[in-house]
């Protein structure tokens, strides 16, 4: 039983890692990734990926849909949460002002916290919620694409 499980938790993590990705994000595996691209000049998106079934199904297509804005940020990253640890911890370096919360978002301008869309804010809401939430971000802080 639990090596079925196992591989179906593989099979989840996995299709959870290609939908964000094939959404536009640069995965980030690495401490050392996560440095380089949360350093970058410009605006950064970071999304906090998860396992978690109910927020992460509401945060996936929001981080999909809220980029299909005027305005949005020059770069899209994720960490995934409880798979690639070592990055995850990284990236939550940058936004230490806030408990670590998974899924999430976190918008970055020349590698300074700017905006941080939690889990508490995710869970429960409708992904078109989180979506306007993401956007009221991209509108105050991102150039027009």
Do not use: W
């Amino acid at each position: 039983m639990s090596m079925d499980f196992n591989i179906l938790m593989n099979d989840y993590i996995e299709q959870a890692r290609k939908e964000i990705v094939a959404a536009g994000y640069e995965e980030l595996r690495t401490p050392e990734e996560v440095d380089e691209a949360l350093q970058r000049k410009g605006t950064t998106l970071v999304m906090i990926n998860s396992t978690c079934g109910c927020a992460g199904g509401i945060a996936r297509p929001a981080a999909k849909y809220a980029i299909d804005y005027d305005k949005r940020p020059d770069y899209l990253v994720t960490v995934f949460a409880g798979q690639d640890k070592e990055a995850t911890l990284e990236a939550r370096s940058y936004f230490d002002d806030y408990p670590p919360s998974s899924p999430s978002f976190a918008l970055l301008k020349d590698g300074k916290l700017v905006g941080m869309v939690e889990r508490h804010e995710i869970e429960g809401h409708s992904p078109v919620s989180v979506i306007e939430r993401l956007q009221e971000l991209f509108e105050q802080h991102c150039d027009e694409v």
